[in-house]
């Protein structure tokens, strides 16, 4: 598991490197992520040497703390924005996006709780609670103009609730109210102005799509295509190098692999993160205790997420929300809370055998 993390981030070191070596203004980037790899790992060690549950334990603080820091990102003296997402916390040159950590902090919080409900179904009450817990960083995080990490909070939401005996039925009746909503919103997606519909026509319905805001969806699936089957070799790609496809290097990584590698270069490294999820879930499924089960479990659901989302905005499968892909996408925030995630999960395994 820790191999495949290693491969995978200096993967995409080599791939922000190619993204940006005609570019000066990102020319030092892949350095960067190699000094955010290095206290990366720094903070899973950490993060394993302690027991998991202590980690739980801390969720109350961690989870107040990422509240406080969503909310003042908010604010004009705090708050910068970037690509019109005012997403990231800025005090001089310390600058990082609060929602990578909150994900984190969310989804230890939810677990904190759950693991100490034993009825089966949850009541009313126990879901109501859980849903406070998960919709308070939610709503910080959609205010800030960042649908695709908001939608992401959803994932190990829905994952640890049905872990935990959440009734079918409420499932049921609330899928098929987001359908019913999804279908009732078609006609005001075809017709509406608004930049975020414009994005959702710019795949579905392409021929009422606007040029100018379908461009980073169209040359970054032509980057996917011209890869061909071996690619075009590592430094040779001409999309993302030379600035056809925007922020290359970081949620649109993707395009790059796929051109300089190809669908060969693809496969594989699709199924590297196959391996880590299945890994994951093994690990839950092995896990000691409630609390073990629940976090990894969780964790799957978000890399799971973030994996298909930056995927599939990349091949123009899905519209286009800003969303990193783990371990390979430029950016320290993404980095350090994909290597904090990856370490609880890997410290579920190595305690899977301990007993109290």
């Known amino acids: 598991m820790m191999l495949t ?154 994952a640890v609730l049905f872990l935990c005996g959440v009734r079918w039925t409420w499932m049921a009746t609330v899928a098929c109210a987001l359908l019913l909503a999804v279908v009732v919103a078609i006609p005001s997606v075809k017709a509406s102005k608004d930049y975020k519909a414009q994005r959702i026509r710019c795949v579905f319905w392409p021929e009422l799509g606007n040029d100018k805001v379908c461009h980073q969806n169209v040359q970054s699936e032509i980057a996917v295509g011209s890869g061909g089957l071996t690619g075009r070799g590592f430094g040779k790609g001409t999309q993302g190098a030379l600035g056809f496809v925007p922020e290359v290097h970081t949620d649109f990584i993707f395009a790059v692999a796929g051109e300089e590698t190809g669908f060969a270069g693809s496969v594989l490294l699709m199924a590297a993160y196959l391996f880590l999820l299945l890994r994951l879930l093994q690990t839950a499924r092995q896990a000691r205790d409630r609390t073990g089960l629940l976090l990894v479990t969780g964790y799957a659901a978000l890399l799971f997420y973030h994996v298909v989302v930056s995927v599939g905005m990349v091949a123009r499968l899905l519209p286009i929300m800003g969303i990193p892909l783990p371990l390979m996408s430029f950016g320290r925030s993404s980095i350090l809370a994909t290597f904090f995630g990856l370490g609880l999960a890997m410290n579920v395994r190595l305690r899977r055998f301990v007993n109290g």
Do not use: C
């Open 5 to 158: 993390i290693l491969v995978v981030s200096l993967f995409g070191v080599l791939e922000i490197y190619s993204a940006t070596q005609e570019k000066p203004l990102y020319a030092g980037a892949w350095r960067n992520q190699l000094w955010g790899m290095a206290v990366g790992l720094i903070v899973m060690g950490l993060v394993m040497a302690r027991d998991y549950r202590i980690i739980v334990g801390l969720a109350p603080y961690l989870y107040a703390l990422g509240i406080v820091f969503l909310f003042l990102v908010l604010t004009p003296w705090f708050g910068h924005t970037v690509n019109g997402n005012q997403s990231w916390f800025k005090v001089g040159r310390l600058q990082f996006q609060p929602s990578e950590f909150a994900k984190m902090f969310t989804l230890l919080m939810l677990v904190r709780y759950l693991s100490d409900v034993r009825e089966r179904p949850p009541s009313v009450r126990t879901v109501g609670t859980a849903s406070a817990i998960w919709l308070a960083p939610t709503l910080l995080v959609y205010l800030e103009n960042d649908t695709g990490s908001a939608l992401s909070f959803t994932s190990f939401f829905v």
